[in-house]
């Protein structure tokens, strides 16, 4: 599908959150605007001064509709620090877009990466953006969705220990990722029939209960039960190894990933410049860039890559335009 500018994306309203004002967010936020001039409506939310201090990035957007919080300490502010005062701040952005989203005067969330050291240090406990607007929204369940122009990866499990994996993994929570990833693919997607594949969770997917017993016991089980319910196509578990090739053949629409890792190595090794987050299960689409702060070029914002944000913006106005010609 085009993701050109159309009569569709142009009337979408994109609300973009800066994510931690000390990372590398206000400059990739501002590279991408700059190179996306027509393909939505924009609407940023975070602090002008931060914003102009991002200018490094040379960029030459003006005219940014903004909504500036005012929320940042002029006299002792430096890109790449971890503080709970940027913590703070990002979680305020994210705050006042769920007001915007409430109001319905933007239709999409793409937000900028903030720290999950510099939210816990404001207080707020929580292990990333999904965890955050899961609660937030009230909504019962969230998959995270990873995703490059090869590639989807819907995750069973995110931000946990390895050690806690296999605890973590349950036939409903298995049940709901797949319902719900294959409700996305045909909303935002317009995947009609979609198929997916689930990896195993140990190595050869057990090799039939010999390397651990999940497969059996557990992922099978699930997989014929939403087979069943929905009467869709979906594989395996196979080893996650196989998964991915078939998928990147084009064989499959997603991969059910039962660990963080298992998804995002295949999707950095195949394409970081077209790697998404795509919140599935929350009542908006929301998306954000596969990288972190990067704390460590902060300072400099030329050698920030928009790449992955630009992908992140155009991955919420393509599903956006999708839900709007449904």
Not at 30 to 35: I, N, T
Not at 89 to 116: F, N
Request: charged content about 25%.
């Amino acid at each position: 599908m085009s993701l050109e500018p159309n009569p569709i994306s142009r009337s979408i309203k994109v609300g973009i959150t800066l994510g931690d004002p000390s990372g590398i967010g206000p400059a990739i936020t501002l590279k991408a605007l700059d190179r996306l001039k027509g393909l939505a409506d924009f609407t940023v939310i975070g602090d002008s001064w931060v914003l102009n201090k991002a200018r490094g990035a040379r960029c030459a957007v003006r005219g940014i509709n903004l909504i500036d919080l005012h929320n940042i300490n002029r006299k002792k502010f430096a890109f790449g620090k971890i503080k709970a005062e940027y913590g703070r701040a990002s979680i305020e952005y994210l705050d006042k877009a769920l007001e915007l989203l409430r109001d319905q005067e933007i239709d999409c969330l793409v937000t900028a990466p903030i720290s999950k050291e510099a939210i816990n240090l404001a207080g707020c406990k929580y292990s990333g953006h999904t965890e955050y607007l899961l609660k937030r929204t009230r909504a019962s369940e969230a998959v995270m969705m990873l995703l490059n122009d090869k590639l989807r990866f819907s995750l069973v499990t995110r931000h946990i220990p390895l050690n806690r994996v296999s605890r973590a993994i349950t036939a409903g929570g298995l049940c709901n990722n797949m319902l719900i990833t294959c409700a996305s693919l045909r909303r935002f997607f317009g995947i009609k029939k979609p198929r997916l594949v689930v990896c195993g969770l140990n190595p050869h997917a057990s090799d039939n209960g010999i390397i651990g017993n999940e497969e059996k016991s557990l992922l099978e089980p699930a997989i014929e039960k939403v087979m069943r319910k929905e009467r869709v196509e979906v594989d395996g578990p196979l080893s996650s190894d196989i998964a991915v090739l078939r998928a990147s053949r084009g064989q499959y629409d997603c991969v059910i990933a039962m660990y963080h890792d298992q998804a995002l190595i295949p999707l950095k090794l195949t394409g970081t410049d077209t790697g998404v987050n795509l919140t599935l299960g929350l009542p908006f689409i929301r998306t954000s860039p596969l990288h972190g702060t990067g704390f460590d070029i902060a300072e400099t914002p030329r050698k920030a890559s928009p790449a992955s944000m630009i992908a992140a913006v155009r991955t919420a106005v393509k599903c956006a335009s999708n839900l709007k010609r449904a």
